[in-house]
Structure formats: structure tokens, C-alpha cells
């Protein structure tokens, strides 16, 4: 392996973007060494100014240029399928934004392709699980002091969602982010989801069924509600407060400056998931950098991946039908034992 880690950043849009400046700037031990967008101009954009790095519009030509001993995936949900099968038949370890892929066949596929090499080596985009407010929760929770954990609250609201944001998507890509921090806090599985939701918001864009609260059932007997409202126009924020036999913890409302003047108080809310999980995001791809170096894979696993989009997906299904829809989940293959109690 080079000094620094050669890594291919494939999709240079919002996350994309910000994931090139933290391999650059932020994080130690890796470097930029291919770019890849099918936008020319927003690969070149992303590109400008780094040492040794090509740029490419095809993201599988990235995988094989000079330099390129891992990968980050930060292209749209639905393209991850195909990077992540050819990492793995290139033998490179992968970095990939949530969701991992958003259909759930799909993501099993990418399951069995890890299972069958018999070795991790994908890390999922899941950053709570970074969050330090997050990691406070899970050891809490964890500890027991507070007994077992019955529901989790959680609130998750978005300025404005972007163009082409669908209604299935609050729940698949959105959403996707509540079920892996359940299933990792809990330690559990979600076994049935229910979604009710109200007249939609008219800052919601034609059409579109925003927001939404969706109620999943877990294998141990909790509830999990969330509500996830991705036009609300005011600020991003993001709650949980779990609920437990003998406590409630709460995080998610002590981010910023509150100033007091003038006989009434100002708090600043973020307005998007770069700000407020900023920090998140820079301890997962340093974790992922120092991981890879070592010759290791940690973090959330294709597994988590996979249940995550097979939760969402029973969640779409019952947001079509108004019905509460149990989980299925595949077999879990042994390459993943213990995943969700980690
Ligand atoms: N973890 C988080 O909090 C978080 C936040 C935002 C987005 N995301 C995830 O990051 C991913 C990208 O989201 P975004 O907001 O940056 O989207 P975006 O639309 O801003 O950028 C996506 C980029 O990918 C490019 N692209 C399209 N098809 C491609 C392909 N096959 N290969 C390579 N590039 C391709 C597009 O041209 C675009 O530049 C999604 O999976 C999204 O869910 C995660
Ligand atoms: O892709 C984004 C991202 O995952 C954000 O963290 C979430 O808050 C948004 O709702 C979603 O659209």
C-alpha cells in the first residue's frame, strides 16, 4: 500500500464533493486518486486543484486507474450496485453512501457477493453511528442503567428535499438513516412497519406525501416512530429520545449558540446534514481510512445495509397500502454473524 491511501471518489455532487474535500483536508492517511461523474464538469470541478488525481465519466474506468486501492461511493442510491460488485471482484475496499442499494434484491446481491468472497469489505454511509450524541445514546443504552429500551421518538426534518425527491424516497433514503441507528441502538431487528401520514405540507412540492410518520415493530417488543417531514422550510434537525423501563435520554437539541437579548432568546438551527453531522461524517471516513490501511473493515456491514433497504422497502409498501406490513429478511450469512447487537 502507498503512504496514503489511493482513493477513487465516484459521484461529485453534494456528497461526493464534500467527501473529496475531507479526503483532502481533513482526514490523514489517504489522498484523491480518481474522480469519477458522468457530469464532466462537475467531475473537473471536484478534481480541481488535487495532486495526481484523474477524472473519469466512466465510475467503473476509475476503479482501474493509477493509484486506486479503495473506493468511495457517493454516487445516487440506485447506481451503487454496480461499484460495489466490481470492488469486490477487483478486491478493493469500499466506502458506500446510504442507502446501499435501494431495493432490497439488489442489495441482497451485493450481501452474497460479500458472503461469497468470505471476507468484509464494504463499509456502509451510516454516520450517526459517528455522531457523538449518538454514541453517547448507544452507550447508555447499552450500560442498561436505564432498563430495557420500549420506544424510540425520533424526528427527522429536512429544509427542502431535492428535485425529484419521491414519497417512497422519505421512507428509502431518508428514513433509511432511523432504521440502521434502531436496529444498532436496540440491537434488533425491525419485523413490521406501518406509515400513516397527514395532508400533505403545502411547502411540499406537488405531489409529493410529505411528511410522514412511520411506526416500526421490533423483534424484541419496541416501538420506533419517526417523523420525517423533508420540506419543512425552518431548519435540519434530527431527534431521538429513547424511552426506557426506569429513564428516558434524549439527544438531538443542543447544537448551537443560544443568545439571550432584548428580553427573548435565539437559538441558530443547522440548516442541513453537512453542518449538523459534520463531525460524524469526518470520524467514519477516518475510521474507514485507518481501518483500510490496516488491512480491516469495521462499521456498519453490507448486512446492515441490506436490512436497512428491506425494511424501507416493506415500509414503501405499507405507505402504498396504508396496512402495516411485516419484514422479511433473507437468511443471514455467517461472514455477518452478530451484526446487529454490535
Ligand atoms: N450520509 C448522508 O447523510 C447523506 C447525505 C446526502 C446524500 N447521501 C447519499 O449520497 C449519495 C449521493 O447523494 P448527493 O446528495 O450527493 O446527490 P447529488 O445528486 O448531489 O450527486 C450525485 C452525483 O452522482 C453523479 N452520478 C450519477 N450517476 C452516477 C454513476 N453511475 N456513477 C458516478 N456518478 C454518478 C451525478 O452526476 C451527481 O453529480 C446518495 O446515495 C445519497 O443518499 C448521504
Ligand atoms: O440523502 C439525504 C441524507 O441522507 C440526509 O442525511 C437526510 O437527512 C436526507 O433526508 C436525505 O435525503
Known amino acids: 500500500m502507498a503512504e496514503l491511501l489511493g482513493v477513487a471518489v465516484?459521484?461529485?455532487?453534494?456528497?461526493?464533493?464534500?467527501?473529496?474535500?475531507?479526503?483532502?483536508?481533513?482526514?490523514?492517511?489517504?489522498?484523491?486518486?480518481?474522480?469519477?461523474?458522468p457530469d464532466p464538469d462537475r467531475a473537473k470541478a471536484a478534481a480541481a486543484g488535487l495532486d495526481g488525481v484523474t477524472v473519469h465519466a466512466d465510475p467503473l474506468a476509475a476503479l482501474d486507474a493509477p493509484g486506486v486501492e479503495a473506493?468511495?461511493?457517493?454516487?445516487?442510491?440506485?447506481?451503487?450496485?454496480?461499484?460495489?460488485?466490481?470492488?469486490?471482484?477487483?478486491?478493493?475496499?469500499?466506502?458506500?453512501?446510504?442507502?446501499?442499494?435501494?431495493?432490497?434484491?439488489?442489495?441482497?446481491?451485493?450481501?452474497?457477493?460479500?458472503?461469497?468472497l468470505g471476507r468484509r469489505l464494504a463499509q456502509i454511509g451510516f454516520m450517526r453511528r459517528y455522531d457523538a450524541e449518538y454514541r453517547r445514546l448507544k452507550t447508555l443504552l447499552d450500560g442498561g442503567s436505564l432498563g430495557r429500551p420500549l420506544m424510540l421518538h425520533c424526528t427527522h426534518r429536512n429544509v427542502s428535499s431535492p428535485p425529484g425527491f419521491t414519497?417512497?424516497?422519505?421512507?428509502?433514503?431518508?428514513?433509511?438513516?432511523?432504521?440502521?441507528?434502531?436496529?444498532?441502538l436496540l440491537g434488533q431487528e425491525l419485523t413490521a412497519v406501518?406509515?400513516?401520514?397527514?395532508?400533505?405540507?403545502?411547502?411540499?412540492?406537488?405531489g409529493l406525501l410529505d411528511p410522514q410518520l412511520v411506526l416500526f415493530e421490533t423483534a424484541g417488543g419496541a416501538l420506533v416512530d419517526v417523523e420525517i417531514f423533508v420540506n419543512c422550510g425552518f431548519g435540519y434537525q434530527v431527534r431521538c429520545e429513547a424511552v426506557c423501563e426506569r429513564g428516558s435520554a434524549r439527544i438531538g437539541e443542543d447544537h448551537s449558540l443560544l443568545v439571550t437579548t432584548a428580553g427573548a432568546a435565539r437559538e441558530e438551527v443547522p440548516q442541513d446534514y453537512l453542518v449538523r453531522f459534520?463531525?460524524?461524517?469526518?470520524?467514519?471516513v477516518q475510521a474507514w481510512v485507518?481501518?483500510?490501511?490496516?488491512?480491516?473493515?469495521?462499521g456498519p456491514s453490507a448486512w446492515d445495509g441490506y436490512a436497512s433497504s428491506a425494511v424501507a422497502e416493506a415500509g414503501v409498501r405499507a405507505l402504498e397500502s396504508g396496512g402495516r406490513t411485516a419484514v422479511r429478511l433473507a437468511p443471514r450469512p455467517d461472514l455477518y454473524a452478530g451484526d446487529v447487537s454490535r
Request: aromatic fraction near 2%; glycine fraction near 8%; hydrophobic fraction near 45%.
Open 71 to 116: 473506493v468511495l461511493i457517493a454516487s445516487p442510491g440506485p447506481a451503487h450496485e454496480e461499484p460495489l460488485l466490481a470492488a469486490f471482484a477487483r478486491g478493493l475496499p469500499v466506502l458506500c453512501e446510504k442507502p446501499m442499494v435501494p431495493d432490497s434484491a439488489g442489495a441482497l446481491r451485493v450481501v452474497e457477493a460479500e458472503a461469497g
Open 10 to 37: 465516484l459521484g461529485a455532487g453534494h456528497m461526493g464533493a464534500d467527501h473529496i474535500r475531507r479526503l483532502d483536508q481533513v482526514v490523514s492517511g489517504a489522498r484523491v486518486a480518481a474522480v469519477a461523474d
Open 290 to 298: 485507518d481501518a483500510t490501511r490496516e488491512g480491516r473493515v469495521t
Open 278 to 284: 459534520a463531525d460524524a461524517y469526518d470520524r467514519e
Open 194 to 206: 406501518t406509515v400513516l401520514r397527514p395532508k400533505p405540507s403545502a411547502g411540499a412540492p406537488e
Open 167 to 184: 414519497s417512497a424516497m422519505l421512507i428509502d433514503s431518508s428514513v433509511s438513516h432511523e432504521i440502521d441507528a434502531a436496529r444498532w
